[in-house]
Antibody
Framework: EVQLVESGGGLVQPGGSLRLSCAAS????????MSWVRQAPGKGLEWVSD????????YYADSVKGRFTISRDNAKRSLYLQLNSLRAEDTAVYYC????????????WGQGTLVTVSS | EIVMTQSPATLSVSPGERATLSCRAS??????LAWYQQKPGQAPRLLIY???TRATGTPARFSGSGSGTEFTLTISSLQSEDFAVYYC??????????FGGGTKVEIK
């Protein structure tokens, strides 16, 4: 069974940092591009960042560029998102998502991890 | 950045009826358009890609159409499990990948 499991969310003060992890199983992780997508409470979906299978190309949304860093460890079948200089508007459920081979769509999602930025 | 606009924000439909959801792009995205379904407390699920191709496991009552800037998701006969929020997403010109604001399909 294809599965993505996020962890690392929690309550953090403005200006603080957090590292999210996503553990993949049930598929050949090293063959897939991966992304992070977030959803603020009661709001819609916002793409955050993308990393190719070999980590050769990385993209960020303007809203997080310079503050967040995406990375992966194919040997550990894991995806990461380092969140620095956090702001209240970063409060959201963060999903890791697998990018489909045939199109840049998200064909598998984790259950999400909640990040709350508040003093 | 391509802006995706969905309408209506909320659609009230009776079980068994047809639901038609719209998604408009601020510029052409060709057929590089996907639809997702999200139920409360759950992650989104891919329904349609390439504007009209059903993803694995998507029931035949879901159909997508359109190209360029105007797209439609049709649910031919709403089942109880179809009441959810639906999002469109373009992947023609990115970064960024962009989603619409969503349409909530609720029971009438």
């Amino acid at each position: 069974e294809v599965q993505l499991v996020e962890s690392g969310g929690g309550l953090v003060q403005p200006g603080g940092s957090l590292r999210l992890s996503c553990a993949a199983s049930g598929f050949l992780f090293s063959n897939y591009e991966m992304s992070w997508v977030r959803q603020a409470p009661g709001k819609g979906l916002e793409w955050v960042s993308d990393i190719t299978a070999s980590s050769s190309t990385i993209y960020y949304a303007d809203s997080v560029k310079g503050r967040f860093t995406i990375s992966r460890d194919n040997a550990k079948r894991s995806l990461y998102l380092q969140l620095n200089s956090l702001r209240a508007e970063d409060t959201a459920v963060y999903y890791c998502a697998r990018v489909a081979h045939y199109e840049t769509t998200f064909d598998c999602w984790g259950q999400g991890t909640l990040v709350t930025v508040s003093s | 950045e391509i802006v995706m606009t969905q309408s209506p924000a909320t659609l009230s439909v009776s079980p068994g009826e047809r639901a038609t959801l719209s998604c408009r792009a601020s510029q052409s995205v060709s057929s590089n358009l996907a639809w997702y379904q999200q139920k409360p407390g759950q992650a989104p699920r891919l329904l349609i890609y390439g504007a009209s191709t059903r993803a694995t496991g998507t029931p035949a009552r879901f159909s997508g159409s359109g190209s360029g800037t105007e797209f439609t998701l049709t649910i031919s006969s709403l089942q109880s499990e179809d009441f959810a929020v639906y999002y469109c997403q373009q992947y023609n010109n990115w970064p960024p990948l962009t989603f619409g604001g969503g349409t909530k399909v609720e029971i009438k």
